[in-house]
């Protein structure tokens, strides 16, 4: 399959091309404890990345916005700064920076290749060990700039963290648009941060569901344009759809397993039985996973492959439960007041995040995989669906806002609570893997 952006390239590091200096031993300055409930961001200088256009600060703004937007990262205000760089290769002066309590530097340049492509490149420095950390350059064509910002951000917060970063992803959701008793729902793809929004739908039938493939390059997704909720697959790039399967009665709730060769579902039969199934993308058979007279739904597996999470009403209310890939061993791993629902194995492995509902409120929250050490993150009206990023640290999740739904991410400390900008509402946001 086509790589996504084929023009973007990492030609390599350069931290080594500036003699005398030695890089620092992979150690984080953030040390993360994301159950803590406070996380004191890290002064960071970001300075305008170097261009003979406006082309460098947009970018250094990219990589600015990424790394507040974490949580974890405190940008100091530029108009603070001492020392004006005018060449990011050189050494700055370190003593200016301290000063400011700019405990990391940022410094970097963009120029235009003679083939149209542009460059970019960026320094990080330790400003109070004095010395550089990591440096890389990249080439993109003029459509791409955005992502070489995201990229950047992801660097910087690996070598920072000692965790992969997040900003290079996609998110695909529910546009929605109308008068909210004729709501108009497309099917959309956007940046993390809500920029690039484009539509993979026309809006003629309601689409429900979207989730990525860990290929990158295909969704699952449930569309009534038949006038049965039918599960789709849709190529993101060429738009070639197919039909998974006819299936009987109502089908829910489609996600991919981890090595995208099967899609796990639950589907709703006349007896009013809801029940899990995987089928094989390839031979297209089917497996029958549950078979209770409960309502089974909301599966999703484990990042290995080997466990699938899912919700049941068979103990009288919705609670969560963890079987085999194959439908043994299914035990409840939840006990608390309330009903829960949409149950998301983390990519992490260590954790399950959830919808719950109790007391007329709807909280998202995590626990750990056998069901011990829930962690509320969020509570307000109507609010559910929560997807994870990549790197297993930030959930996104849709909230009923203003007369419909927005889209806002929270870190696993719930502390950092982020709205994401749509241009109408949305919902059931699906976070991507990270872009290659």
Known sequence: MKKLLTTLMLIGTIATAMSGLAALPAKALVQLDLTQPNIEPLPIAITDFQSGDALGAEISGIVIDDLKRSGLFAPIDKSAFIEKISNPDATPRFEDWKVINAQALVTGSVGKEADGRVRAQYRLWDAFAGQQLSGEQFFANDANTRRVGHIIADAIYERLTGEKGYFDTRVVFIDESGAKNARKKRL?????????????????????????????????????ESGQPRVYLLQIETGQRELVGNFPGMT?????????????????????????????????????????????????????????????????????????????????????????????????????????????????????????????????????????????????????????????????????????????????????????
């Open 188 to 224: 959309a793809i956007m940046d993390q941060d809500g920029a690039n929004v484009r539509y993979l739908s026309n809006g003629k039938s309601i689409v429900l569901t979207p989730r990525f493939s860990p290929n990158r390059q295909e969704i699952t997704y449930m569309s009534y």
């Open 252 to 436: 829910f709730a489609p996600r991919f397993s981890p090595d995208g060769q099967k899609v796990i579902m639950s589907l709703l039969r006349d007896d009013g039985n809801s029940n899990i199934f995987a089928m094989d993308l390839r031979s297209r058979s089917t497996t029958r996973l549950t078979n209770s007279t409960a309502i089974d739904t909301s599966p999703s597996y484990s990042p290995d492959g080997s466990k699938v999470v899912f919700t049941s009403d068979r103990g009288g209310r919705a609670q969560i439960y963890v079987m085999g890939a194959d439908g043994s061993g299914q035990t409840r791993i939840s006990f608390g007041d309330g009903v829960y629902s949409t149950p998301v194995w983390s990519p992490r492995g260590d954790l399950i995040a959830f919808t719950k509902q109790t007391g007329g409120e709807f909280q998202i929250g995590v626990m750990r995989t056998d069901g011990s050490g829930e962690r509320i993150l969020s509570t307000g009206f109507q609010q559910e669906g929560p997807t994870w990023a990549p790197n297993g640290r930030v959930l996104m999740f849709f909230r009923d806002s203003n007369g419909g739904p927005k889209l806002v991410s929270v870190d696993l400390t719930g502390r950092n609570e982020q709205s994401i900008p749509t241009a109408n509402f949305a919902s059931d946001p699906a976070w991507s893997p990270l872009l290659e």
